[in-house]
């Protein structure tokens, strides 16, 4: 059964440093994309970044330069490394996995809620 | 970057109704990499149609998407209680950003 399950959420002060992680399972998780996808309270969806399964990155320009995307296709992990935090990246994230070539998101964890508030 | 501007920004419909959300992009996109999305309160978004007119697994017929270019269109024919949620469109090709609309919230008049 195919499933995404996020941790590593919480409270975090302004400029500090998070980390998420996506576990998955039920599908070979080295031949997709996966994405990372946030929705901040009350919001709609914003796209946050994608890594290829070759490994290839991007990045929403929002996050450029302070966030990390990163996969280990042993562990079939996804990670979400934050730094510098800011209030508006305040949100719930959710991992998505795309298909064998697109950034698509036809499959999503449940989400972890990542708070930056002093 | 492709900007996607849905409306209405919210639609009040009766069960039974028929409701026709529009997605407007930017520019012309590939109808490969648009796709629709269902969201309802305290629930993640669910995949509904991909490349604009396929229904993704377990996405009821009387969901169709369609459209070409800059134009794009969600209709749910014959509303039921369920359908009544936050519809999001998405554009997911390679040539980044990802992009999602701001929502047409769907709501029981």
């Known amino acids: 059964q195919l499933q995404l399950v996020e941790s590593g959420g919480g409270l975090v002060k302004p400029g500090g440093s998070l980390r998420l992680s996506c576990a998955a399972s039920g599908f070979t998780f080295s031949n997709f994309y996966m994405s990372w996808i946030r929705q901040a309270p009350g919001k709609g969806l914003e796209w946050v970044s994608s890594?290829?399964?070759?490994?290839?990155?991007y990045y929403a320009d929002s996050v450029k330069g302070r966030f990390t995307i990163s996969r280990d296709n042993a562990k079939k992990s996804l990670y979400l490394q934050m730094d510098s935090l800011r209030a508006e990246d305040t949100a719930v994230y959710y991992c998505?996995?795309?298909?064998?070539?697109?950034?698509?998101?036809?499959?999503w964890g449940q989400g972890t809620l990542v708070t930056v508030s002093s | 970057e492709i900007v996607l501007t849905q409306s209405p920004g919210t639609l009040s419909l009766s069960p039974g109704e028929r409701a026709t959300l529009s997605c407007r992009a930017s520019?012309?996109?590939?109808?490969?990499?648009l796709a629709w999305f269902q969201q309802k309160p305290g629930q993640v978004p669910r995949l509904l149609i991909y490349g604009a007119s396929s229904r993704a697994t377990a996405t009821p017929d009387r969901f169709s998407g369609s459209g070409s270019g800059t134009d794009y269109t969600l209709t749910i024919t014959t509303l039921e209680p369920e359908d009544f949620a936050v519809y999001y469109c998405?554009?997911?090709?390679?040539?980044?950003?990802?992009?999602f609309g701001q929502g047409t919230r769907l709501e029981i008049k």
């Open positions: 520019q012309s996109v590939s109808s490969n990499y």
């Open positions: 890594i290829t399964s070759g490994d290839s990155v």
């Open positions: 998405q554009y997911y090709g390679t040539s980044f950003p990802v992009t």
């Open positions: 998505a996995r795309g298909t064998h070539s697109l950034p698509a998101a036809d499959w």
